[in-house]
């Protein structure tokens, strides 16, 4: 009777345990309720998940993200700063939907206007922007248009650059992280998208107090931006952004129904996201990774240095054999100023490449002069005897 209530007991507990392991490998896709979504690593682009990622809708106030790169663009560039003096246009100031109440002829700052525009969306404050960077809104949507061509977003085009409704006006998921990702590069934008709320009085009658629209910077853990956009047809759209440990994930959601389930959406790609992936340095900014010499300069070799960080992103309990590979463009020519490009530091893994950066020199390369020449040799000689 024992033998027989052990057979028993060990049937039902292999049963248990195949049951349990069927289950533990059965993969869970995300609940979406939504036209659209991708969820993108942050350094190197990589897609851990996306649904109908390419098609074209209407994308809302998320369409300020590109504006926004446009005028962060400008300022590292030095073709404008955050202090300059802007003087909102009649144009700026009868704009209707999300607004800071700009009056025709006030004077606001560039750094913020683009407060007004990250944090509260401000129509007005694109559109002041936008005509102190180009002249006028027309001209700065071209911009926009070119930037977009450039950076491969093949499925959009813009109309105006704060996201009212036109059948002209459209992006998707995919080229919406496209941009997500560029604007980011610009790390001073984070200072603007986690403003929770900021009052501005200077040179108001009435103060105004902005309040953010993306509720995920309080709902989420590491969310810091990114932009949040409605219109009655465009419904509920989000590029969120998180940052847990080395990895930064962009979570893009496209037409969902209530900015409660999009905001539950995007969550849920990251939660996603950071489960199952992590992150890992190979190279750091500024970081020395070899040399570079070339004939007939000087001086005749120079250190290279990694442009930015280099971070490898992979799926948890996977460990590649990561090494870095430096690649030397061919063909250089003279003069090479200090931090200019020269090749591309890779992480790969025999045929695989995880990621790669910029590599560039830490001084000035001028071509040699007859005089270098001469003390070179002489250098030579003595070293020689």
């Not at 993969?27 to 897609?47: D, H, M, Q, W, Y």
């Not at 813009?158 to 059948?167: E, K, Q, S």
């Not at 934008?189 to 629209?213: A, C, H, Q, S």
Request: aromatic share 8%; hydrophobic share 40%; glycine share 6%.
């Amino acid at each position: 009777m024992n033998k027989r209530l052990n057979v028993i007991f060990l049937t039902i507990l292999l049963v248990f345990m195949f049951t349990y392991q069927v289950k533990a490998e059965v993969k869970v896709e995300p609940n979406l309720n939504c036209r659209s979504a991708i969820l993108v690593e942050f350094t190197t682009g990589k897609i851990l998940y996306e649904y109908k990622s390419h098609e074209k809708l209407a994308p809302a106030s998320v369409t300020k993200i590109m504006t926004m790169l446009l005028v962060m663009e400008a300022i590292d560039s030095g073709k404008i700063k955050l202090s300059d003096k802007v003087v909102v246009s009649e144009n700026a100031k009868r704009l209707g939907g999300s607004t800071m109440y700009l009056e025709t002829g006030e004077v606001r700052t560039v750094e913020e206007l683009l407060k007004g525009a990250a944090v509260e969306s401000a129509n007005d404050a694109c559109v002041a922007l936008a005509e102190f960077l180009c002249g006028t809104e027309e001209e700065f949507v071209k911009k926009m248009n070119e930037r977009a061509k450039a950076l491969g977003m093949n499925n959009t085009h813009f109309v105006n650059c704060y996201g009212f409704y036109d059948p002209n006006h459209y992006t998707s998921a995919y080229d919406i992280a496209i941009m997500s990702r560029e604007l980011l590069k610009h790390s001073k934008i984070l200072d603007y998208t986690t403003i929770w709320m900021e009052t501005i009085t200077e040179g108001r009658k009435t103060p105004f107090t902005l309040v953010n629209r993306n509720k995920m910077l309080k709902a989420y853990k590491g969310c810091d931006g990114l932009k949040t956009g409605y219109t009655k047809e465009a419904m509920y759209c989000i590029s969120a952004t998180a940052k847990r440990g080395n990895v930064r994930l962009i979570s893009v959601i496209m037409g969902a129904p209530s900015a409660k389930e999009r905001n539950a959406m995007a969550a849920q790609l990251l939660d996603v996201g950071f489960a199952k992936y992590d992150s890992f340095d190979v190279v750091k900014k500024g970081e020395v990774v070899g040399e570079v010499s070339i004939p007939k300069a000087k001086p005749e070799s120079v250190k290279v240095v990694a442009k930015d960080n280099l971070n490898v992103v992979v799926e948890k309990g996977n460990k590649p054999n990561i090494q870095k590979k430096i690649e030397i463009f061919k063909d250089l020519r003279l003069p090479i100023n200090k931090g200019e490009t020269v090749g591309v530091i890779k992480a790969v893994d025999g045929d695989n490449v995880y990621g790669q950066v910029e590599a560039i020199v830490d001084c000035k390369i001028e071509k040699m002069k007859f005089i270098d020449t001469l003390n070179r040799v002489f250098k030579s000689f003595l070293n020689a005897n």
